[in-house]
């Protein structure tokens, strides 16, 4: 209360004038709820602040995932929070980390190329930002339990038997 009290009375303008008058006149009590206010109203702030920089963080690797060197400094950066607040943030706000969600639009990225043209699977591998074509044919069979190549040819097949 002292500090709002302080700033108040320093910085001049007529709103905070009659705000400092109230907070003066305030008994323990009305204080302790004033307080009580302020603090909500703040936790509020910093809530919606993590939320616009969390949106910012998975806009930035959304129009970045396809470079290779995109870092978990550089994404941190964006959200304006430290490496080890990003690996909580994703944990808590996913239930995932930062390289599993980076795995997951890429891989989803490649999903839409292999559907809808006819580049080449190491051609897309580098498109989606992998630099090394094996680990992109690892991971993907990896997570869908089948090649790039297997995938494009079922979903074709998929596609016209309907």
Known sequence: MQCIVRYLSEEKSVENAMLLRECINMDVAGAREYTKGITGILHQ?????EEDNFTKMLDYIQEHYQDSGLTFEEVAAVGGISKSYLSKLFRAKLNMSYIEYLI??????????????DIRVNEI?????????PSFRRTFKDRYGVSASEYRKREREDAESK
């Open 45 to 49: 702030c910093l809530n919606r602040k």
């Open 104 to 117: 997951l639009v890429r891989l989803d990225k490649a999903c839409i190329l292999l559907r809808t043209t």
């Open 125 to 133: 591998s580098q498109m989606v930002g992998y630099a090394n074509v």
